[in-house]
């Protein structure tokens, strides 16, 4: 039971980037799945998810309209593709995988009681 990410590195602000996420031993498609990130000196944050019972997706209020989840069941791998990045966007992403489904609240997202961990990729934003 396996997450893999990668596509992480070097992009300028306003440009973009795409990380993968491929799962294997596992199907995401059973699983509430999405994207953490933990930035230099901070805790890590849940930053968006797609719940397993509704498809419902959510992203954190800082990322929205910059930042899209997507899945494709046949490949079992997870993406999320980033728009005009920030500098503040620098961080290093985690995908995770959930039984329980993801919930948020007064722009909070709380992603608990992930079962699968990436190892994390790392993305920085400069000019």
């Known amino acids: 039971v396996q997450l893999q990410a990668s596509g992480g590195g070097l992009v300028q602000p306003g440009g973009s980037l795409k990380l993968s996420c491929a799962a294997s031993?596992?199907?995401?498609?059973?699983?509430?799945i999405g994207w953490f990130r933990q930035a230099p000196g901070k805790e890590r944050e849940a930053v968006t998810c797609?719940?397993?019972?509704?498809?419902?997706?959510y992203y954190i209020d800082s990322v929205k309209g910059r930042f899209t989840v997507s899945r494709d069941i046949a490949k079992n791998t997870l993406y999320l593709r980033i728009d005009s990045p920030k500098p503040e966007d620098t961080a290093v992403y985690y995908c995770?995988?959930?039984?329980?489904?993801?919930?948020?609240?007064?722009?909070?997202?709380?992603?608990?009681?992930?079962?699968?961990w990436g190892q994390g990729t790392l993305v920085t934003v400069s000019s």
């Open positions: 995770a995988a959930a039984l329980v489904d993801c919930l948020l609240v007064n722009g909070i997202l709380f992603f608990r009681g992930v079962d699968v």
């Open positions: 031993g596992f199907t995401l498609d059973d699983y509430a």
């Open positions: 797609i719940n397993n019972s509704d498809d419902r997706i």
